[in-house]
């Protein structure tokens, strides 16, 4: 993790960022797929049918911008952190169901969403630490 | 479920986990070489294909269970990556990172269960 880059160039920002592009990219799928549902179309199976939908295009614009991020991250941070953090936009698609798209969390998902945070701050830990001696 | 469709859920973890080692291993590698020669290019293109073969069998898959149900493997694929990483990147393992990673799966599987 020597000589990393500072600012917009900053690994732990580009993870951020390639977990907004996903977050964002999972709402807009949902919202451009529920816009043009069609399931009486025989196309429909394939989900070809949702390219129709400007927002499954701009989801897929984020897709391709959080690949390009995440690339960037795996130069600089081992996959061993990298790739659990990532995963906190497993706890953020359904806060942000619930808080956009008004969908429901029952209280054995927010217990999930507690445990994951939990295993978050623990594999985040020995990081901010290792930043603070830099 | 049947044994094709567990192969199938088990081939799509797979793929996606050895993407991901074939990307970070790209990326070791451009960080030396660059990113105009062919082994890093090549590395790239085969994680991207490997991640696109997973996509399509994900999608196969969801085609016949609930996403309820295929979920809690992607939760799987964090302790898979981790113990990869340690094992073929010689990545450090700590055991505060393994509780960290063994809590986020079982977080992932509680929240796609519920």
Do not use: H
């Not at chain 1, 977050?23 to 069609?38: H, M, N």
């Not at chain 2, 990326?27 to 890093?40: I, P, V, W, Y």
């Not at chain 2, 994900?58 to 309820?68: A, I, K, V, W, Y």
Request: hydrophobic share 60%; with cysteine; aromatic share 12%.
């Amino acid at each position: 993790m020597q000589d990393r880059p500072s600012g917009f160039g900053n690994p732990w920002l580009q993870l951020a960022l390639s977990v907004v592009c996903v977050l964002v990219s999972e709402l807009l799928l949902k919202r451009g797929a529920t816009d043009i549902a069609d399931p009486s179309s025989a196309w429909s199976w394939t989900g070809v049918n949702g390219l129709a939908s400007p927002l499954v295009w701009w989801a897929i614009l984020l897709i391709v911008a959080s690949f390009i991020s995440w690339l960037y991250v795996l130069r600089y941070i081992p996959l061993i952190i990298a790739f659990p953090l990532s995963r906190v936009v497993d706890i953020l698609v359904p806060i942000g169901c619930w808080i956009f798209l008004n969908e429901f969390i029952s209280t054995l998902r927010w217990c999930g969403i507690a445990l994951v945070v939990a295993g978050l701050a623990l594999v985040a830990k020995p990081v901010a630490r290792i930043e603070e001696r830099l | 479920m049947s044994f094709l469709a567990f192969f199938l859920i088990v081939a799509s973890l797979l793929s996606f986990v050895v993407a991901q080692l074939i990307l970070k291993r790209a990326m070791e590698f451009s960080a030396g070489a660059g990113l105009r020669n062919l082994r890093f290019i090549s590395r790239v293109a085969g994680g991207i294909a490997l991640m696109t073969f997973s996509f399509f069998l994900t999608l196969g898959l969801l085609q016949r269970f609930d996403l309820s149900y295929l979920y809690p493997f992607q939760g799987l694929s964090v302790i898979i990556i981790t113990l990869m990483a340690a094992f073929m990147l010689k990545e450090k393992l700590t055991l505060q990172l393994t509780i960290g990673t063994l809590l986020i799966s079982a977080g992932i599987v509680l929240v796609s269960l519920s």
